[in-house]
């Protein structure tokens, strides 16, 4: 996977550009802002579309906050549960290895997502996120932003419920840039 400036990627929305401003904007001591700097209050109209994860291991990455957009798309409640267990087979490690990154380098990372529901319909999104560190100063928080999932087909999220996701294409965020 490539890592792109922040001034070399598209963010295809203007909210994807607002939350990416929003984090860029807290007050952090080095290239990371503490999940305290993080006010929702400041990004109201983000907020249906905003999660927040705990890398609690590598393969246990807990919802810990799920906007309402996301769970009304997903089409049940997710928090508290393991954001990995919407990854099928090897994707899931893939997934696991890429969100560790994320904490681990530490850097942000820019997905266009594909969404598969029940029936097998399909809903395309895109998702923007960057670490945080806990009040322990431990990179171990996750906030991303993400699109709605655009259906190619029309679905009802609460009766046909996104079952897995996968990735279309990812870029890494270099945060000093």
């Known amino acids: 996977m490539t890592t792109k400036k922040f001034d070399e990627i598209d963010w295809v929305t203007a909210d994807a ?8 904007s807290l007050d952090c001591d080095g290239l990371i802002p503490h999940r305290s700097s993080f006010d ?6 983000l907020l249906p579309n905003i999660a ?3 890398v609690v291991s590598p393969e246990e990455i807990i919802y810990r906050l799920a906007g309402t957009e996301i769970v009304e798309r997903i089409g049940h ?3 508290g549960r393991n954001f990995l267990d919407f990854w099928e087979g090897d994707k899931r490690g893939e997934t696991a290895r890429i969100m560790n990154e994320l904490v ?5 990372l820019f997905s266009e997502l594909e969404g598969k ?3 097998g319909r399909i809903a395309n999104s895109i998702a923007v996120g960057f670490p945080l560190l806990s009040d322990n ?3 171990n928080r996750l906030v991303f932003y993400s699109s ?4 190619v087909d029309a679905r009802i999220p609460r009766e046909d419920q996104i079952q897995s996701l996968d990735v279309v294409r990812s870029t890494y965020i270099d945060l000093a840039s």
Request: include cysteine; hydrophobic fraction near 30%; aromatic fraction near 14%.
């Open 17 to 24: 550009r607002d939350f990416v401003n929003y984090w860029r």
């Open 40 to 45: 929702p209050s400041k990004i109201l109209p």
């Open 52 to 54: 927040i994860y705990e």
């Open 77 to 79: 409640e997710v928090t």
């Open 104 to 108: 681990a380098r530490p850097c942000g």
């Open 117 to 119: 529901s029940e029936s």
């Open 137 to 139: 100063d431990l990179c």
């Open 148 to 151: 709605g999932f655009d259906p």
